[in-house]
């Protein structure tokens, strides 16, 4: 077994070095869709990181009447809290709120001589509520519109961000599935591409195929070298598509870490490393060791 | 012991092979197939190694029922045959050594006896003194030598050679005859086709005629005889 093992190695670094070109051709091949996927999964870190960003800042206001006792109000915050779908309540009092609304506008002269010839608390308490995902948005709002609330609540904001948040959570989800249909798509090309360059690597063996088999090699042993030339490819290309994508990666960071919040590019590459290596091997071994054992069918079936 | 049994090969409607030959072949037999080009030699060949498979009949080689084996036991049958083409079909980027060690290799056999074996082989050729050349760099009687040793060096039950002299000089027709004739005598059964009439009428062994893939002549020592 392992003679047999050591002798597919060395045919298959033999195989390897004898194509010179076209084992340089199957390798840039890989590498293209090896850059491909791995942009591809770097940015679906980066609109992942964007979509948290969005839907942070996406919430529903709950606006009390300026009569609500404070005590039924939390009671609210507190079953909202319960509720499966809410992440975060936080509840804004009517002294926090006028307090906010002075600190924002601190430098305006003429709002805070208003605010305080007005001489009581103009503003409503408040919930700021978070859910988990933007489409549970709905369900918290259908909570809120409870007739038993009508005389605790003078309005919900959601039906007025509605649209808004409806709209996003769309496109977080055609995003997310365009993603996910592009990366099916590229790996079936990518596969055929690599499929097709090794076939012709292996045509150009044909009568060393030939000679195999006439001796009496088996199918394992014949189609071993290729198999292992196919992984020598993937590792290869893997290892260079990583290469390639480095100084891409620090030199486009700066400019999105500006452009998306909360986003540092280069630390997440940096502290990825292994885990996108070895992706990338995984992939690019799958592909080379695939597309050769199947291209080799043809060679094996006299 | 090797039979065909009632074989038929046909390709297509215009285009058959063989036509319902039967005939055997013992241990140690030396046997001649012979006939014009397109007579069927080569497929009864190819059908003996399952490189093809009948339409009608039985091919049988030893324990073997070639005509219905399982792809995953072809190596195991090809293992006890010894093949050698006209055309030498050597690999050109391995030397004469490294040819010949490529059979043993491809069959698991370990380093130490495969470097034992092979400059035996090719001493049995006469090609000790060449083991390290390149198939470019040898005659084409040489190269049939490498393939000779190649084809034997396993210790086959049988060596197949299909128009092994075809692409060589008299001297060195003769010399691969002697070296069939040779390996015959260490008993491995020989089935050579041809259509040299020379090298027939000289051996004076059993030949099997080959016509518009039928046999129409089967002698204990045959001559070259067409029609």
Redesign the interface.
């Known amino acids: 077994m392992f003679?047999?093992l050591f002798?597919i190695t060395k045919y298959g670094f033999q195989n390897f070095a004898?194509n010179g070109l076209l084992s340089a051709a199957t390798i840039g091949v890989m590498i293209i869709a090896l850059t491909v996927f791995l942009s591809i999964n770097l940015s679906h870190y980066i609109m992942e990181t964007a979509l948290i960003a969005v839907k942070d800042k996406i919430d529903i206001s709950v606006y009390f009447k300026t009569t609500a006792p404070e005590d039924e109000m939390l009671r609210l915050k507190r079953s909202l809290e319960g509720l499966v779908e809410v992440k975060d309540v936080e509840y804004i009092s009517r002294d926090k709120a006028l307090q906010l609304f002075k600190d924002k506008h601190e430098s305006d002269a003429t709002i805070n001589q208003a605010v305080s010839e007005l001489g009581e608390n103009p503003l409503s308490a408040s919930l700021n509520i978070k859910a988990f995902d933007p489409k549970q948005y709905a369900a918290i709002s259908e909570y809120l519109s409870d007739n038993a609330l009508n005389s605790l609540v003078d309005k919900v904001t959601f039906a007025q961000n509605q649209t808004v948040i409806e709209r996003l959570s769309l496109i977080i989800d055609t995003l997310q599935k365009g993603g996910l249909v592009l990366t099916a798509f590229l790996s079936v090309v990518a596969g055929l591409v690599i499929y097709n360059t090794i076939r012709l690597a292996i045509y150009s063996n044909r009568?060393?195929i030939?000679?195999?088999?006439?001796?009496?090699?088996?199918?394992t042993?014949i189609r071993g070298p290729y198999v292992f030339a196919g992984i020598l490819y993937g590792v290869i290309a893997a290892a260079v598509s990583m290469i390639l994508a480095a100084p891409a990666v620090f030199f486009v960071s700066p400019y999105l870490d500006v452009f998306v919040p909360n986003l540092n590019f280069k630390n997440y590459f940096l502290a990825s490393l292994p885990v996108l290596m070895l992706y990338q091997l995984a992939l690019g071994i799958a592909l080379g060791a695939v597309s050769s054992y199947f291209a080799m069918r043809k060679h094996?079936?006299? | 012991m090797i039979a065909f049994q009632n074989v038929s090969k046909i390709y297509s409607e215009h285009a058959s092979a063989l036509h319902d030959i039967t005939f055997k072949i013992d241990p140690n037999e030396f046997v001649s197939l012979v006939g014009k080009s397109g007579a069927g030699k080569s497929t009864v060949l190819k059908l003996l190694i399952g490189e093809e498979n009948p339409t009608k009949g039985r091919v049988i080689f030893g324990s073997y029922e070639v005509s219905k084996i399982k792809m995953s036991a072809l190596p195991r049958l090809r293992r006890h045959i010894g093949v050698i083409f006209q055309d030498f079909r050597l690999l050109p980027n391995r030397n004469a050594y490294e040819n010949v060690a490529f059979a043993l290799e491809v069959a698991g056999y370990p380093q130490s006896e495969i470097d034992e074996l092979v400059p035996q082989a090719l001493h049995m050729v006469g090609l000790g003194n060449r083991m390290k050349n390149f198939p470019s760099e040898l005659s084409g009687g040489e190269k049939q030598r490498v393939a000779i040793a190649r084809a034997m060096i396993h210790r086959p039950e049988v060596i197949m050679a299909d128009e092994p002299t075809g692409n060589l000089d008299p001297f060195n027709k003769w010399e691969i005859i002697k070296l069939l004739e040779k390996i015959n005598q260490l008993g491995t059964t020989v089935i050579l086709a041809t259509h040299d009439k020379d090298i027939i009428n000289n051996l004076g062994r059993r030949v099997i005629t080959l016509d518009a893939g039928r046999v129409i002549r089967d002698e204990e020592k045959g001559k070259f005889i067409l029609v």
């Open positions: 003679t047999v002798r004898r009568e060393e030939g000679i195999m088999r006439l001796v009496g090699a088996s199918n042993f094996l079936r006299v």
